[in-house]
């Protein structure tokens, strides 16, 4: 008989592994079941990464209350986590006087949220924050701020790991069904698992994922959107640069967006698309993100741009459905009891994400004696970043361990140690992907032009991987087939 | 940490950087060090196992090994110290750099240093080609690197897009190996690789080439699955009806070389936004005194031996400045016509009377004269019945008086 879990979750982003470290707290048996071949490798790795005061939506709305909730734990997750946080601030900017308007009424809705430190700022007043931005009025958002989403997940899940919760990666789910009041749940790659909850918090897939068991209508309407990424861009803008949300309530609208590494995003477009998968680009809205772009930031038309991107929303509406949002739904099923459906968790989920771990553990809580775990470790060390030690502490980490002396990525200054390192980690590292999002190896200007034969080295010097087990992301993505010539 | 005053630091051990520290060295300067951030000397010599180079310099057809051994010859013969598997990280103007290697940091403090980088491929991103992101899009030097140093073999149906020279040689190794090699593409009317390249790599491999021609978008989730290609009109539009899907699994991009200046760039070194490299005089010396910029760090070359000789005078010029400090240099600006892309080096000390200007067109140009004037005198005067830009032309110009009117220009002559 197989292990019975006190919960499983489905789905390893941002919000699945919220609510596994947050209910790692307690003694319980936990597994996040995921379908890719890493966590955040669905919507919380095709984000803008940012962090929302939370004045867009609709006050009492589930996406307002966790948003403004989920906002207060950036700073002490940062901390606690080790993955990345910074305040600095946003302007929302109104290029026309007929816009002025929909900037009040953006800080009405966010006082009404409970926002704090809105303020409608003129022409000069703009110039002074962003010198190269133009319009003729914002309003300043000074709490607003970015993380990077994926080593948020990245964080989260690790420390999950390290405080007892199971993680497996490659499978996805493709029946549940009740057996003697636990959750059967069987996945593609011929894997059985049974739990006695069950918190589906598969993103993109959560409609569909609940429909293999719950009787519910919910549908996942995909909303792509593509994104310019620029190279490292010094003194070209510190705060993010919003136009006002466009009116159909669809988005926020095509922004500005320096990362936590320093690039530049500009995106994301709005394209309902027929499938939960295609996060292609497209000609047409390249060129349109760039020309949006310029109207707020002329220079961006210069910048080095280095990658183009896309991710999807899971919108729960059509355009033109009569339905101008729509609220998260967190819930458990009213006849499937102990399985919770996360659906629609759309921007601004990553923001929402602590509080929506906290909803969901009340939830759990309510109905089960929580045991707090008294091993549980809040803490998680990201690893070192050699390029940003000072001399003297490079000097001396070189010494200690002469891997950091061998750099592997020229554009980034990656050391060995760190890929090893980011290889090493507690949940593993399966793709190339993987590893790049963990130390920043392949994704600066040249894109793995230097260093692509150098990792494929160290996987093999390593970690013994032959050609053939190395992929990009998951399993159908390999980047050899075998040898040119046979030993 | 090491702190150590040197005379001269050359960065990147390849052809260029070789070349430099070797007529450094027999210029007389000891207290040199070449640094390279590669576990051999060579650069990317050494993954270029093809023919074609030392036609120049060394009378002889090698492959890229072969003439890296040759030099490296040389340089052990000259004494020459080097470092391997050390990669300089910072640099400033006051010529300091920071070099990591498995031996600890190195802090150095050169009386002149010799920027020789190299370039770096443009990548897919760069070309802002849209469609999916799948596994099996290789710049042509990285599947260069993988199949010939790695021995990997990188796909099975490969489009190359880009007939620079890389992706042509690339088209034959990997026809050679096995792989079906469907087309390349070339977005411009002609092919931007050297002609032996073309007729040597895809005419005799029966290799097709498609001119006028680019990828418009890319498709398969995981692995590459297809291409969708479509012809230019004049104005390089894409002609979405003459859109074609190739299958394939694998995509070489070969779409141009960028030298490397970010080390450039934190020793408040100019740039030229035409060669993206240093702005230099004939000297081949930069803005910053005493730091000399050579080979592809400097602008694109053709051939190795090339970079090899510009290194050679970098490596000449380190070693004077070494000796003797210049007093103020006035520098006079070589101009050029619109159909010359750019010219190197881009400024003339006064006291030059002879130097040697190296040139590339915009684009193609037949029954064509180049003329190079100094004011009223003409320097240079030569009819072409074909000039390329693939082509880097290399002129050599002296007069008695000082060259503080440089000017190339094209003049069209009658059909022969």
Known sequence: ?487 | MIEKDIDIAVIGAGPAGMAAAISAREKGVKDIILLERNPFLGGILIQCIHDGFGLHLFDQNLTGPEYAEELIQHLIKAKVPFLTEAMVIDINAQKEIRVVSRQGLLKLKAKAIVLAMGCRERTRGALEIPGTRPAGIFTAGVAQSLVNLQNLKIGKEVVILGSGDVGLIMARRLKIEGLKVLRVIEKLPYCSGLVRNRVQCLRDYDIPLHLSSTVIDIHGKDRLEALTAAQLNEKGEILYDTAEVIPCDTLLLSVGLIPENELSRKAEVRLDWRTLGAEVDDYVETNTPGIFSCGNVLHIHDVADYASQEGFLAGERAACRVRENQGKVLRFPVNASKEIKYVVPQLIREDCRETELKFRVTEPFENIRIIVKNGGETLFRKKFLKIMPSEMNMVKISSDKPLDKVYVELEKTEIA
Not at chain 1, 189 to 204: K, P, T
Not at chain 1, 216 to 235: A, S, V
């Open chain 1, 1 to 487: 008989m197989n292990k019975i879990f006190d919960i499983i979750i489905i789905g390893a982003g941002v919000v699945g592994c919220s609510i596994a470290r947050e209910l790692s707290r307690f003694k319980l048996d936990l597994m996040v079941i995921e379908k890719e071949e890493d966590v955040a490798s669905g919507i919380s790795k095709g984000n803008s990464g940012v962090i929302h005061a939370g004045y867009h939506k609709e006050p009492g709305s589930l996406k307002a209350t966790l948003n403004v909730a989920g906002h207060r734990y950036f700073q002490e997750w940062g901390e606690q986590l080790d993955f990345p946080v910074k305040f600095n601030g946003k302007l929302v900017v109104a290029k026309v006087k007929e816009e002025v308007e929909g900037l009040r009424k953006l800080m009405e809705r966010g006082r009404k949220n409970g926002v704090k430190g809105l303020e409608l700022i003129d022409a000069q007043q703009i110039k002074n924050f962003e010198p190269r931005v133009e319009g003729i009025a914002a309003m300043y958002s000074p709490f607003s701020g970015i993380t990077s989403p994926y080593l948020m997940t990245i964080a989260l899940a690790e420390n999950a790991c390290r405080n007892g919760v199971k993680f497996e990666f490659e499978q996805e789910v493709n029946a549940i069904s009740r057996v003697n009041n636990l959750f059967r749940i069987q996945t593609a790659g011929n894997q059985e698992y049974y739990s006695r909850w069950l918190i589906n918090s598969a993103g993109l897939n959560s409609a569909k994922v609940s429909r293999l068991i719950c009787h519910n209508k919910h549908r996942i309407f995909p909303c792509r959107g593509q994104y310019y990424l620029t190279d490292k861009i010094d003194d070209l803008i510190s705060m993010l640069i919003y136009p006002l949300p466009s009116k159909d309530g669809v988005t926020l609208g095509i922004h500005i967006t320096p990362t936590v590494d320093g690039n530049i995003l500009i995106g994301p477009s709005a394209e309902y698309i027929d499938s939960l998968e295609d996060t292609a680009c497209t000609r047409e809205v390249m060129d349109k993100l760039k020309r949006e772009a310029e109207q707020f930031l002329p220079e961006i038309r210069e910048a080095p741009f280095i990658r183009n991107y896309a991710g999807i929303r899971p919108k729960l509406f059509y355009p033109g459905s009569g339905v101008n949002d729509s609220d998260y739904i967190i819930e458990e099923d009213s006849e499937i009891h102990y399985m919770i459906n996360l659906i629609g968790i759309e921007s601004p989920g990553l923001t929402a994400a602590p509080a929506i771990a906290d909803m969901v553990v009340n939830m759990v809580g309510e109905k089960e004696d929580l045991v707090l775990n008294d091993q549980f470790c809040p803490e998680r060390k990201a690893p070192l970043i050699f390029a940003q030690q000072s001399e003297a502490d490079q000097a001396r980490l070189i010494q200690d361990d002469p891997a950091y002396g061998e750099v592997i990525c020229r554009c980034e200054t990656v050391t060995r140690k760190e890929v090893i390192e980011a290889f090493d980690n507690i949940l593993g590292v399966r793709s190339l992907d993987g590893l790049k999002r963990r130390c920043r190896i392949m994704a600066g200007r040249c894109q793995g032009g230097f260093c692509t034969t150098r990792i494929v080295e160290i996987l093999r010097d390593e970690y013994g991987l032959s050609p053939e087990q190395i992929f990009k992301s998951n399993f159908q993505s390999p980047l050899f087939y075998g040898r040119v010539k046979d030993d």
